[in-house]
């Protein structure tokens, strides 16, 4: 199985290129790092430190896609063009190829690597002149510090600060990501909200012109028509005012759908008074002390949205809407006669439900609705309870 050589970076290819043509030039011209008569040189003439010199261009190539392997080549190469002639050009390169060993290595390696060297360059100063005894042994140590230890320390702070700024910039990429999460949910939540106001709002205002026109449509009574055109026009006139207070508040941006005309538990005589001029039979006990006002608006509306869902499918017979304020909670239950009917006596979104459970669950409250047996028959029950306390006040608003 043959195995494939990864493909040079362009700039790796240009490094390694620049270094061999440089390297060439210089030994074109005679140029090298020691006389060929030292001790230390075992290969007289100028071609063996072509050898070190080509490896370690070759080297470059690999800088960026295999730095370790790169790296302990250039060494073995370094350490062949000690006992030749030497290129300067070929210890440059090496230089290069230790910074692009912790820079682009494992971090394992870019830790090790910078210890490693600065480890041989302190026994590179303190073994020579502990032997020798000369000032001049101490230079073997900086070399070993040049060649070695000062371009892993620079590839290693290179390295830390990209690192600290793929961190910066991934926490900035996630703090966005956030803010565009809250920033729906908060849009979301706000549509859900409106959507509810709305259909409190207008829900049984148009729920009772459906049902006075179609009464008004199908008797052909002066009085009963007249009686029901009343009745539609009173609904008709308070949904287009609800509607226009809306509207406005839209167009303002304001965002508050609570303003001071928002309806409270006092005008649940008047909403009542309007359900019995739709023609239900309503009766209201309540006894209460002052509540938060989301609390109240919430009771509010559910009682209106019970009355309207009882004005479209409840059975003929009498509608009770019972609210207490307990220690800690404000309770209520809306029931009606539950009745068989083929169809709803006016049309409607079926969200009535949902929004109130929505309205529960917000104040951190419970809800139910459903049909209960009882001596007088099966009647549609609503029962809620919503706390009123400090902490569900606050997490509603």
């Known amino acids: 199985m043959a195995v494939r050589l990864p493909r040079p970076h362009r700039f790796d290819l240009w490094a390694a290129l620049a270094g061999l043509l440089g390297g060439l030039l210089l030994w074109g011209i005679g140029l090298g790092t020691r006389p060929a ?27 960026r896609s295999a730095p370790r392997v790169a790296l302990l080549l250039g060494t073995l190469a370094l350490t062949a063009d000690t006992v030749t002639q030497g290129s300067i050009v070929t210890v440059l390169m090496y230089t290069d190829l230790m910074y692009a060993a912790v820079l682009y290595g494992p971090p394992a390696s870019a830790r090790r690597i910078p210890w490693i060297t600065g480890l041989l360059t302190v026994a590179g100063s303190l073994v020579p002149y502990a032997v020798w005894r000369v000032p001049e042994a101490l230079l073997i140590g900086v ?7 000062a371009p892993a320390s620079t590839g290693l702070i290179v ?26 949910q908060a849009v979301t939540a706000e549509r859900a909200r409106m959507a509810r106001e709305l259909h409190d709002m207008v829900a049984n205002h148009l729920s009772a012109i459906a049902i006075h026109s179609t009464a008004a449509l199908s008797l052909d009574e002066p009085a009963t028509s007249r009686e029901a055109l009343t009745v539609i026009r009173e609904n008709s006139v308070q949904g287009l005012s609800e509607m226009r207070r809306l509207i406005g508040l839209l167009r303002d941006g304001s965002g508050d759908l609570e303003p001071a005309a928002t309806p409270t538990l006092d005008s649940l005589g008047s909403l009542v008074e309007g359900a019995r001029a739709n023609g239900l039979d309503v009766t209201l006990d309540a006894e209460y002390d002052a509540v938060p006002t989301p609390v109240g608006l919430a009771a509010y509306r559910m009682v209106q949205e019970s009355l309207t869902n009882a004005l479209k499918h409840a059975a003929p017979g009498r509608v009770t809407v019972w609210l207490r304020r307990l220690d800690d909670a404000l309770a209520l239950r809306v029931s009606s006669p539950h009745g068989d009917r083929d169809g709803p006596r006016a049309p409607g979104s079926g969200a009535g439900l949902v929004g109130m459970r929505e309205r529960a669950a917000l104040l951190g409250g419970s809800f139910e609705a459903g049909p209960v047996d009882g001596p007088d028959g099966t009647l549609w029950v ?6 009123v306390t400090d902490t569900a006040q606050g997490a509603s608003e």
């Open 37 to 63: 008569d030292e001790p230390i040189v075992l290969f007289d003439g100028r071609w063996p430190l072509l050898v070190p010199l080509a490896v370690t261009a070759g080297c470059e190539l690999l800088r």
């Open 143 to 149: 070399a070993i510090g040049v060649v070695s230890f």
């Open 159 to 184: 390295r830390n600060h990209r690192e600290a700024a793929d961190a910066a910039r991934l926490r900035a990429e996630q703090t966005a990501l956030l803010a565009e999460m809250d920033r729906v």
């Open 382 to 387: 609503v029962d809620a309870t919503l706390p």
